[in-house]
C-alpha cells in the first residue's frame, strides 16, 4: 500500500504538499492531478484569510493511505471533513455494500493525526471547511457564536468529533458534486459556502442533540487514532457488532477506559453507533434506490424486514416505506 504524508494546517498548505509529492497544476481555485498513479481534482475557495472551503476528488491506481500529521508546533485550524462517495464499498466480512468506514462526518483540531484509506480505482470525494484559530479568537464575538465552543483555547488540548453522514448531508453533497463546473467562480464560490454551511448546521445540530455530552477535550492523538481504528472495525461488518470486551482486548483498552473515550468521540454506545450506522445507510438508500424494502433492510444487515422497520420508526418516527414513497417519486 502505498502512503501519502502531509503535515496538518491551511488546505492551501496541503494542496502545496501534494503538488511536491505528485505534480499535478494549480490555475483559478482549482487544482487538478492526471497521472496514471492519481486523478485529483480539488476545489479551493478562501472566504476570508485562515477560512477555507474545498471539495476534493481523488482516485488511486493503487490501494493508498493519506496520512495528516497533527502539527503542534504551526497554527492550529479548526476542520470539518464531509465524506460523500468514498461510501459504497464492500464490507470485510459479510460482502455487502455499506458506508465507507473513512467516510462520515469529522470535526479535529489540526494538532490531530487522521488518515484516509482509499483503495484502488475508487472514487473518493469529500467537502472541507477549516478555520484558522487565530479568526476564532480574534473574532470571538462572531465566530463563537457560529462555532460555539468546540475549539478549545487552552493550548495542548486535543479534539476530535465523529458522525455518520445522515441523508440530509448526503443529499448536500450529491448537490455539491453536481455543481455545474462550466459556470464562473462568481456563481460556483457563493454555492459552495451555502452547502458547506448547512453541512455544518446539520453536523451541529446531531452533536448538540446527543444524549452523551462533551465533557473533556483531554484524549490524546494516540487515544484518536485508536478509536479511529476501532470504528473502522465495528463498521467493517453490518452483520456482526463486536463486545466491548473484544475491542478492549483487541485495542489495548481497559472496558471503562474505551466506553469512555468512544462516548466522547462518537456520542453514543458501540452497539447503538452500530445501528445508526445501519439505519442512516438504509435511510440513504430508501431514498436513492428503487429497492424494496426486505432488500435494503437485509443489505443494511437486519436478519428481518420487521425488525428493521421497528428500530427505524423509532430513530426516525417514520416507517422505511413512507421515506421510499416520498424520495422514489423525485426519482422517476
Same mark, same amino acid.
Given at each position: 500500500?502505498?502512503?501519502?504524508?502531509?503535515?496538518?494546517?491551511?488546505?492551501?498548505?496541503?494542496?502545496?504538499?501534494?503538488?511536491?509529492?505528485?505534480?499535478?497544476?494549480?490555475?483559478?481555485?482549482?487544482?487538478?492531478?492526471?497521472?496514471?498513479?492519481?486523478?485529483?481534482?480539488?476545489?479551493?475557495?478562501?472566504?476570508?484569510?485562515?477560512?477555507?472551503?474545498?471539495?476534493?476528488?481523488?482516485?488511486?491506481?493503487?490501494?493508498?493511505?493519506?496520512?495528516?500529521?497533527?502539527?503542534?508546533?504551526?497554527?492550529?485550524?479548526?476542520?470539518?471533513?464531509?465524506?460523500?462517495?468514498?461510501?459504497?464499498?464492500?464490507?470485510?466480512?459479510?460482502?455487502?455494500?455499506?458506508?465507507?468506514?473513512?467516510?462520515?462526518?469529522?470535526?479535529?483540531?489540526?494538532?490531530?493525526?487522521?488518515?484516509?484509506?482509499?483503495?484502488?480505482?475508487?472514487?473518493?470525494?469529500?467537502?472541507?471547511?477549516?478555520?484558522?484559530?487565530?479568526?476564532?479568537?480574534?473574532?470571538?464575538?462572531?465566530?463563537?457564536?457560529?462555532?460555539?465552543?468546540?475549539?478549545?483555547?487552552?493550548?495542548?488540548?486535543?479534539?476530535?468529533?465523529?458522525?455518520?453522514?445522515?441523508?440530509?448531508?448526503?443529499?448536500?453533497?450529491?448537490?455539491?458534486?453536481?455543481?455545474?463546473?462550466?459556470?464562473?467562480?462568481?456563481?460556483?464560490?457563493?454555492? &459552495?459556502?451555502?452547502?458547506?454551511? @448547512?453541512? +455544518?448546521?446539520?453536523?451541529? !445540530?446531531? %452533536? $448538540? #442533540?446527543?444524549?452523551?455530552?462533551?465533557?473533556?477535550?483531554? &484524549?490524546?492523538?494516540?487515544?484518536? @487514532?485508536? +478509536?479511529?481504528?476501532?470504528? !473502522?472495525? %465495528? $463498521? #467493517?461488518?453490518?452483520?456482526?457488532?463486536?463486545?466491548?470486551?473484544?475491542?478492549?482486548?483487541?485495542?489495548?483498552?481497559?472496558?471503562?477506559?474505551?466506553?469512555?473515550?468512544?462516548?466522547?468521540?462518537?456520542?453514543?454506545?458501540?452497539?447503538?453507533?452500530?445501528?445508526?450506522?445501519?439505519?442512516?445507510?438504509?435511510?440513504?438508500?430508501?431514498?436513492?434506490?428503487?429497492?424494496?424494502?426486505?432488500?435494503?433492510?437485509?443489505?443494511?444487515?437486519?436478519?428481518?424486514?420487521?425488525?428493521?422497520?421497528?428500530?427505524?420508526?423509532?430513530?426516525?418516527?417514520?416507517?422505511?416505506?413512507?421515506?421510499?414513497?416520498?424520495?422514489?417519486?423525485?426519482?422517476?
Amino acid at each position: 500500500m502505498k502512503v501519502l504524508n502531509f503535515k496538518e494546517g491551511s488546505m492551501r498548505g496541503l494542496i502545496d504538499q501534494l503538488q511536491e509529492l505528485v505534480g499535478g497544476n494549480y490555475h483559478k481555485q482549482l487544482f487538478t492531478v492526471n497521472s496514471k498513479y492519481l486523478k485529483c481534482k480539488i476545489r479551493y475557495f478562501q472566504l476570508h484569510p485562515g477560512l477555507e472551503v474545498s471539495t476534493n476528488s481523488y482516485t488511486f491506481d493503487e490501494d493508498t493511505k493519506i496520512v495528516f500529521k497533527g502539527d503542534k508546533e504551526s497554527q492550529r485550524y479548526l476542520c470539518f471533513r464531509f465524506s460523500y462517495t468514498g461510501d459504497l464499498v464492500k464490507s470485510k466480512i459479510s460482502e455487502q455494500p455499506e458506508l465507507s468506514p473513512s467516510g462520515g462526518m469529522i470535526a479535529y483540531d489540526t494538532t490531530v493525526s487522521t488518515e484516509i484509506f482509499i483503495k484502488k480505482g475508487f472514487h473518493y470525494q469529500w467537502v472541507g471547511v477549516r478555520i484558522k484559530k487565530d479568526i476564532v479568537d480574534n473574532e470571538e464575538h462572531l465566530f463563537k457564536e457560529f462555532l460555539g465552543d468546540f475549539f478549545s483555547n487552552d493550548e495542548g488540548q486535543e479534539w476530535l468529533i465523529y458522525d455518520n453522514i445522515p441523508l440530509e448531508t448526503h443529499v448536500l453533497l450529491k448537490d455539491t458534486f453536481a455543481i455545474d463546473e462550466t459556470k464562473p467562480n462568481l456563481v460556483i464560490n457563493p454555492l &459552495l459556502v451555502a452547502k458547506a454551511s @448547512e453541512m +455544518l448546521s446539520i453536523f451541529y !445540530d446531531r %452533536i $448538540l #442533540s446527543r444524549k452523551h455530552k462533551i465533557t473533556s477535550k483531554n &484524549l490524546h492523538s494516540e487515544d484518536f @487514532e485508536q +478509536l479511529m481504528k476501532v470504528k !473502522d472495525y %465495528i $463498521l #467493517s461488518s453490518l452483520d456482526y457488532v463486536p463486545t466491548l470486551q473484544e475491542l478492549a482486548e483487541m485495542y489495548g483498552y481497559s472496558i471503562s477506559k474505551l466506553r469512555r473515550d468512544f462516548q466522547q468521540v462518537f456520542g453514543t454506545s458501540v452497539i447503538k453507533f452500530h445501528l445508526n450506522y445501519r439505519l442512516e445507510k438504509a435511510k440513504i438508500l430508501l431514498a436513492s434506490e428503487a429497492n424494496n424494502i426486505q432488500n435494503i433492510s437485509r443489505m443494511c444487515g437486519f436478519k428481518s424486514s420487521s425488525k428493521f422497520s421497528f428500530y427505524f420508526k423509532k430513530k426516525y418516527g417514520i416507517t422505511p416505506k413512507e421515506v421510499a414513497k416520498r424520495y422514489q417519486s423525485n426519482l422517476l
